[in-house]
């Protein structure tokens, strides 16, 4: 059985840094490309960042390059996305995502992506 596990969310102030974790587990991750995704309330869910676990190739959303950086640990199977100079405008529900195909130009689109995490909220106060 899949399990995506995020942790490390919270409340930080504006300018700070988190870096939030996802656990995967259930199977082997080295041909599937690993997202972030987040979603405000009110809001539709929104691409964050993204990497192909063989290869390690990386792609973000305009609104994070730059501050974000996702990375991925195959012996701990887990994937990291740090997040630097932080906004009152990232605050969200912040969602792992696995995608079984990691190659192709969809990797902004939620419904490509076979699994999920529980999410985990990012609050930055200004």
């Known amino acids: 059985q899949v399990q995506l596990v995020e942790s490390g969310g919270g409340l930080v102030q504006a300018g700070g840094s988190l870096r939030l974790s996802c656990a995967a587990s259930?199977?082997?991750?080295?041909?599937?490309?690993m997202g972030w995704f987040r979603q405000a309330p009110g809001k539709e869910r929104e691409f964050v960042a993204a990497i192909r676990w063989n290869g390690g190739n990386t792609v973000y959303a305009e609104s994070v390059k730059g501050r974000f950086t996702i990375s991925r640990d195959s012996a701990k199977n887990t994937v990291s996305l740090q997040m630097n100079s932080l906004k009152p405008d990232d605050t969200a529900v912040y969602y792992c995502?696995?995608?079984?195909?990691?190659?192709?130009?969809?990797?902004?689109?939620?419904?490509?992506?076979?699994?999920w995490g529980q999410g985990t909220q990012v609050t930055v106060s200004s």
């Open positions: 995502a696995a995608d079984s195909r990691p190659y192709g130009l969809g990797y902004a689109l939620s419904s490509r992506y076979d699994y």
């Open positions: 259930g199977r082997t991750f080295s041909n599937y490309r």
